[in-house]
């Protein structure tokens, strides 16, 4: 397993992008190897699974609460008891990715699960939206002194203050919290980026991200030049193979377009630049200056019709041009002459 101290996540490095695999292997251990490989050559830092039995997660119990009965959501007419990926897949999974130069962690649901992943030794953990107000389980995750990354969905500045403390008080020494609307998909009009900022502003001791459920790549791109130094996207191999969060989750090659133009974000922010760069050197000869453009004889008044402002740009500023009309020349100046003050009696 790569080590935390290894992780390269801060708020000045490129853009951490994760790929969520989520229920999207449809109980195959097969296409949950060949998601992994997918997401190594579309560029992503990590992959991330997720981590629970069933029994810890709710109880076998149909009826009521426990079936998902919203008619618009992705697992309508399933029990949460049916959400479940298999333990002995883990460690495999871990070192295939590791093998293709991924970062393998994954969201523990329960004490229990940080566990068995303490014996796999990941180097980070995730706290899903879901499970940010299980006090008991963020204690358990910080205490292992491991970097965690906190999705805020569906929760008050209240609630997210209250669980980053617990965190902090418990020993976690690195914490990124992720913008989330917790909707599958999500919208544009919902996601509320704004938030970075204001999160950056209100935790100074922690980074800042996106977990985003958008379809597409615009979202994620607008987040880093707010500041998001995490990304984290749900994938798989095709939307059309079906799976728990396929309909949400970014395909191989959309994956890569995200990657590439990420980078470019975020480069592109930069730092504060008040003056003229090197690169921009050579353009300056295209900026506006002043110009003789009629011959102009020794003693002669300078007027609009003998002096303009025009490309090229070396001749005088043209902050000077309405103090110079008026003025003579102390010398004969041929038309096309960049302008000078010096040619002033």
Same mark, same amino acid.
């Given at each position: 397993?790569?080590?935390?101290?290894?992780?390269?996540?801060?708020?000045?490095?490129?853009?951490?992008?994760?790929?969520?695999?989520?229920?999207?292997?449809?109980?195959?251990?097969?296409?949950?190897?060949?998601?992994?490989?997918?997401?190594?050559?579309?560029?992503?830092?990590?992959?991330?699974?997720?981590?629970?039995?069933?029994?810890?997660?709710?109880?076998?119990?149909?009826?009521?609460?426990?079936?998902?009965?919203?008619?618009?959501?992705?697992?309508?007419?399933?029990?949460?008891?049916?959400?479940?990926?298999?333990?002995?897949?883990?460690?495999?999974?871990?070192?295939?990715?590791?093998?293709?130069?991924?970062? #393998?962690?994954?969201?523990?649901?329960?004490?229990?699960?940080?566990?068995?992943?303490?014996?796999?030794?990941?180097?980070?953990?995730?706290?899903?939206?879901?499970?940010?107000? $299980?006090?008991?389980?963020?204690?358990?995750?910080?205490?292992?002194?491991?970097?965690?990354?906190?999705?805020?969905?569906?929760?008050?500045?209240?609630?997210?203050?209250?669980?980053?403390?617990?965190?902090?008080?418990?020993?976690?020494?690195?914490?990124?919290?992720?913008?989330?609307?917790?909707?599958?998909?999500?919208?544009?009009?919902?996601?509320?980026? #704004?938030?970075?900022?204001?999160?950056?502003?209100?935790?100074?001791?922690?980074?800042?991200?996106?977990?985003?459920?958008?379809?597409?790549?615009?979202?994620?791109?607008?987040?880093?030049?707010?500041?998001?130094?995490?990304?984290?996207?749900?994938?798989?191999?095709?939307?059309?193979?079906?799976?728990?969060?396929?309909?949400?989750?970014?395909?191989?090659?959309?994956?890569?377009?995200?990657?590439?133009?990420?980078?470019?974000?975020?480069?592109?922010?930069?730092?504060?630049?008040?003056?003229?760069?090197?690169?921009?050197?050579?353009?300056?000869?295209?900026?506006?200056?002043?110009?003789?453009?009629?011959?102009?004889?020794?003693?002669?008044?300078?007027?609009?019709?003998?002096?303009?402002?025009?490309?090229?740009?070396?001749?005088? $500023?043209?902050?000077?041009?309405?103090?110079?009309?008026?003025?003579?020349?102390?010398?004969?100046?041929?038309?096309?002459?960049?302008?000078?003050?010096?040619?002033?009696?």
């Amino acid at each position: 397993m790569e080590k935390a101290s290894q992780l390269n996540i801060s708020s000045t490095s490129r853009p951490f992008i994760i790929a969520e695999m989520s229920g999207n292997h449809n109980q195959s251990l097969d296409r949950a190897m060949e998601i992994i490989k997918a997401a190594a050559e579309s560029g992503v830092n990590a992959i991330k699974l997720q981590t629970y039995t069933a029994d810890t997660l709710t109880i076998n119990h149909k009826g009521g609460f426990f079936d998902i009965t919203d008619e618009k959501s992705l697992w309508a007419g399933r029990n949460l008891y049916d959400l479940y990926t298999p333990w002995e897949w883990h460690k495999p999974l871990f070192e295939y990715a590791n093998k293709l130069g991924l970062v #393998a962690f994954s969201s523990p649901f329960d004490e229990t699960a940080v566990d068995f992943l303490e014996s796999l030794n990941v180097p980070l953990y995730k706290v899903a939206s879901f499970e940010n107000n $299980h006090h008991p389980l963020l204690k358990k995750i910080a205490r292992t002194g491991k970097p965690i990354i906190m999705s805020t969905g569906i929760s008050s500045i209240q609630d997210i203050s209250e669980s980053v403390e617990v965190l902090m008080e418990n020993g976690c020494e690195k914490l990124i919290l992720l913008k989330c609307t917790s909707t599958y998909p999500s919208t544009s009009e919902n996601t509320n980026l #704004a938030t970075i900022p204001y999160l950056k502003e209100k935790f100074p001791n922690c980074l800042i991200g996106l977990s985003d459920h958008t379809m597409g790549v615009g979202v994620s791109i607008a987040a880093i030049g707010m500041g998001a130094c995490v990304i984290e996207k749900h994938f798989t191999l095709r939307r059309s193979d079906g799976g728990v969060d396929s309909a949400f989750s970014m395909e191989p090659e959309e994956m890569k377009v995200l990657v590439d133009e990420s980078e470019k974000a975020w480069l592109a922010i930069g730092k504060v630049q008040l003056e003229v760069q090197q690169v921009e050197q050579k353009s300056l000869l295209f900026k506006r200056s002043i110009y003789v453009v009629k011959d102009i004889n020794e003693g002669e008044l300078l007027t609009e019709e003998n002096i303009r402002v025009i490309r090229p740009g070396n001749g005088e $500023h043209p902050r000077y041009f309405e103090s110079l009309i008026g003025k003579k020349v102390k010398k004969k100046l041929e038309k096309g002459t960049p302008f000078s003050i010096k040619y002033i009696q």
